[in-house]
């Protein structure tokens, strides 16, 4: 069967190497099959013109039966179920965004659809860094006439073990006092107008060229993060960052797919994506508004409302 299937794409593609291609072998395996197989026949099925194949005579006519046996094998329901081809799905995202939002919800993707095979790999769109062709991209960006997969807000986040080496931060002001870490994907600028202050853009400590390195920063205790409370929201939960004070600010670059492909495979990912990250937000910002309305972070950690 294996030299059927060899000489039936060999002389659908016109190649040894496409064939192989498409059978995924290498083409030295695939002339290995025609030869196998036109040693049993006794004839030549092709005429080799360098690497060009044109049927014989008998090939042309051999090639007839070939594909109606094939077809038969097909059509046989044993056969149809051990066929059924799982669909590969490449998923490009930015490494926050795979990271926090998209790994931890795949068990519910993969439980729905068991015949998609997911394939997700990294882009760094900040540094134009991409992993090459992909069926549908998360892109991080102006969403400007897009929808945005995430109805995202960004405010100070901070450890418990930061706020207790620091002063009281109670208002925005207070942030005076305290480390800011900085990012060029989150600028301050505009969360800091929001809020009423006239301070400058922050210059001073590392500068992190990824959200999710921000985030480890804060958790270690070494500044207050501008954070998003949907890719922070397993550590709000757990209390080991905490909101400190509005107001919540849409950030300037949110998420939003750009797909490739127009299948259904990628259709059903899109659509259970944007359904996920629609209640990830929602239940992030629910979270965020209920430590904000117990009181300021230094009392929250000391127990009092």
Known sequence: IDGLRAFEASAR???????????????????????????????????RQGKALALT???????????SALGLLAAMPQHRRAAQRVRRLRVSAPPTFARQILVPELPSFTQAHPDIELE???????????????????????????QPLLDDVVLPTASPALLQRLPPLRVPADLA???????????????????GLDGPEPDQGPKLVDLGLTLEAALQGQGVVLGRPSLARQALAEGRLLPLFGPCVRPPQRYFTVPHGHDSATRQFSLWLADRCQAIAT???????????????PARRSGLS
Do not use: M
Request: avoid cysteine; glycine fraction near 10%.
């Open 13 to 47: 593609l016109g190649s040894f190497e496409r064939a192989a291609g498409e059978l995924a072998v290498t083409a030295s395996a695939i002339g290995k099959r025609v030869a196998t197989l036109e040693d049993l026949l006794g004839q030549p099925l092709f005429a």
């Open 120 to 146: 997700v790999v990294l882009s760094i769109p900040f540094l134009d860094v991409s992993p090459g062709a992909a069926d549908l991209e998360v892109r991080a960006g102006d969403a400007h006439g897009v």
């Open 57 to 67: 005579a008998g090939g042309r006519e051999y090639l007839d039966q070939v594909r």
């Open 177 to 195: 006092a305290a480390p800011l870490l900085r990012t060029p994907i989150e600028p301050w600028l505009p969360w800091l107008r929001a809020a």
């Open 283 to 297: 239940e992030a910002r629910a979270l965020v508004q209920a430590q904000l309305q117990v009181g300021p972070a």
